[in-house]
């Protein structure tokens, strides 16, 4: 259960963008820049306020990639995994950032909420590879060194 504050800073976007089905995706985006991800809950009470189905919201938001249901950390680390970044040894990164946070495949987010690890499949900066993604700035030629340098770096940030 989420608690008021999510519904009313909600309330205050859909307000915003006009309560009306063709503010879907604005709406959605800001509750994820806010919260970092789409909180089911919310979206089922957009739907409701602007006046279109659950499940027409639902496959808005899973047609559209940028949109995630799981909470995420408070920095979204991006290895991309796409060609040229994998033959410029992308995976040693990866597995680098998954033994130093305690991820893996399958768990993506640390308990304390502060790093989730992802891969994508291009960041379009292959000139660059292998790259990564720390929320909205992109890190060129990885190595597992510098990964791990950066963690250093957010963890000191806090
Ligand atoms: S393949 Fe990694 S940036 Fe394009």
Redesign the pocket.
């Known amino acids: 259960m989420l608690d008021k504050s999510y519904y009313d800073k909600t309330d205050e976007i859909i307000e915003h963008y006009g309560r009306k089905a063709g503010s879907l995706i604005p709406i959605m985006q800001d509750i994820q820049a806010e919260y970092r991800y789409l909180p089911g809950e919310l979206l089922t009470y957009v739907a409701k306020e602007i006046g279109i189905t659950e499940t027409k919201a639902y496959s808005v938001a899973t047609f559209y990639e940028n949109f995630s249901f799981e909470a995420k950390g408070k920095y979204v680390i991006k290895v991309?995994?796409?060609?040229?970044?994998?033959v410029r040894k992308?995976t040693p990164v990866l597995e680098a950032l998954w033994k130093e946070l305690g991820l893996s495949k399958k768990k993506h987010t640390t308990d304390d909420m502060m790093f989730t690890v992802e891969t994508?499949?291009?960041?379009?900066?292959?000139g660059?590879?292998?790259?990564m993604m720390v929320n909205e700035e992109v890190h060129p030629s990885m190595t597992p060194e510098k990964a791990l340098a950066v963690i250093e770096e957010l963890r000191g940030k806090g």
């Open positions: 991309c995994d796409g060609t040229a970044c994998h992308s994508v499949s291009c960041l379009g900066a292959c660059l590879a292998p790259t």
